[in-house]
């Protein structure tokens, strides 16, 4: 058997120049992208798939702060910028702190002070339009847009990225950037640059999960049914304190304990377990996304690995929707809506940055002088929940973003440096706002001031983040 070729050398033509190159247009990508672009530099952003979003447009994660508080810190930037461009075109649902579906429930949490009367705390995006919300705010920032393009390689002089190469419907192209962001996720231009990562074994990376959507659903005999299964599991309410937990009541009657039953049921096999569903669900009937079908083990640097996941996450679908039908009040008449384009992928290629973050940092509220950032105390992962009620927060520092061994190349988003309970910060959608839009004002800066990256003044970075709206300190 053949186990490999020797492919003859070509010429590969030039399809574009630019100033800063964003590859992976999700919550990363697009920060990273409209930063740069708003600093006056020629940016463009592109994209393995038909739209910008990433995990939001194709995974229907639609809650970006689904973790803010009355009294969490913020800050600010992109993410926040998502969330009003969203409501501001009609493309979400406003959340409020108080938005409860049971007195009864309202009652418990309003007496452990984690309510707040009439106090919007966050938006919940329509994942289909914010597909069009995406490409409005690509377009008015002025950015070059290239979505269906797959980058395959990179172009290097010495430690030098200065382009990468794509393959689309367009055949073998290149692109040259004086700078270059991996927005990608999985660190894929790290890789292919030869700078040094790490990725954990298969058995030791989080999760990936398929979401799906169902309509028809009698949201009113619904949620009284979870707010039963909750009443009958009392160690739910002693795991909420443990954790200084808040899920709304769909999310808490969620958790898995309550639902064990149905878990177990003849229609839903063992391995099929239905965590949580958002707030965000219509009185029509309709809830957008449920979280919703987790498979362990999987390489989402692995094709193979990728291709099963997406089978098999469709299978235990329509599995999980036969089974809420036959046992779950309200669900008698739902029909499958939609199920995720890609699969929600969590963990796999994490660089080695010049700054490595660690769990103490995130749980200790770490302030560095490099600082693009600050991140609630947001942790979810390998066990441990913890969400931002009491206004405490961590610095995010440039070094995260600044891998060694290759220069002009920032990273953004999940693949940033650091440790495994930091990951369960840093992979948020709001910390890969974050990060995006730091490595996209220092990729700007550094090009008007003619230093790499690596030489780039950070109190200069600092300054241009906070004329956009980033809180930093």
């Known amino acids: 058997m053949v186990k490999q070729i020797e492919e003859p050398s070509r010429i590969t033509p030039v399809m574009a120049e630019t100033d800063v190159l964003v590859v992976g247009g999700g919550p990363a990508g697009l920060s990273a992208s409209i930063a740069a672009a708003r600093e006056g530099v020629d940016t463009m952003l592109v994209e393995r798939y038909g739209c910008f979003g990433g995990n939001i447009t194709q995974s229907l994660v639609g809650t970006i702060a689904w973790y803010r508080r009355a009294k969490t810190v913020g800050p600010g930037g992109m993410g926040l910028e998502f969330e009003h461009k969203a409501k501001e075109m009609g493309g979400s649902i406003t959340r409020y702190n108080k938005d409860i579906t049971t007195t009864e429930m309202g009652n418990y949490l309003e007496r452990k002070g984690l309510l707040v009367e009439g106090e919007p705390t966050g938006e919940i995006l329509n994942t289909e339009m914010f597909k069009f919300i995406a490409d409005t705010m690509v377009k008015e920032a002025n950015i070059k847009p290239l979505l269906h393009c797959t980058v ?14 794509t393959e689309s419907k367009s055949g073998r192209q290149a692109i040259m950037a004086k700078r270059t962001i991996d927005a990608t996720g999985d660190a894929d231009l790290i890789h292919h640059a030869g700078a040094p990562y790490r990725k954990d074994p298969r058995s030791e990376l989080q999760r990936v999960t398929l979401n799906f959507s169902c309509n028809g659903i009698d949201t009113k005999k619904l949620f009284p049914y979870y707010l039963k299964k909750v009443r009958e599991k009392p160690g739910v309410f002693a795991f909420l304190r443990q954790a200084r937990e808040l899920f709304f009541i769909d999310e808490l009657a969620c958790l898995l304990e309550p639902i064990d ?11 099929i377990k239905i965590e949580s569903f958002w707030k965000n669900y219509a009185e029509a009937g309709e809830i957008y996304s449920f979280n919703g079908i987790h498979m362990e083990g999987r390489d989402c640097t692995d094709v193979w690995d990728l291709t099963q996941a997406e089978i098999e996450g469709r299978k235990r679908i329509i599995k999980a929707i036969k089974g809420l039908k036959r046992h779950t009040p309200g669900f008698e008449n739902a029909r499958l809506k939609h199920i995720g384009s890609s699969l929600g992928t969590r963990e796999s290629r994490k660089i080695i940055g010049e700054y490595n973050l660690t769990e103490h940092d995130v749980k200790n509220q770490a302030r560095f002088e490099d600082s693009i950032g600050i991140c609630p105390e947001f942790i979810d992962g390998f066990g441990q929940v913890i969400l931002p009620t009491t206004g405490r927060y961590f610095q995010v520092p440039y070094g995260i973003i600044l891998p060694k061994k290759v220069e002009n190349l920032l990273v953004a988003g999940r693949c940033v440096a650091g440790d495994k309970i930091s990951h369960a910060a840093t992979r948020q959608m709001v910390c890969c706002a974050i990060t995006g839009q730091g490595a996209g004002v220092a990729a700007a800066v550094s090009i008007k001031d003619k230093v790499t990256c690596r030489e780039v003044d950070i109190q200069k970075v600092q300054k241009a983040l906070r004329n956009q709206g980033v809180r930093i300190e």
Request: aromatic letters at 0%.
């Open 152 to 165: 395959v390689d990179v172009i290097k002089e010495g430690k030098k990225l200065i382009g990468v190469i």
């Open 261 to 271: 039953d149905i878990n177990k049921g003849i229609e839903i096999p063992e391995e």
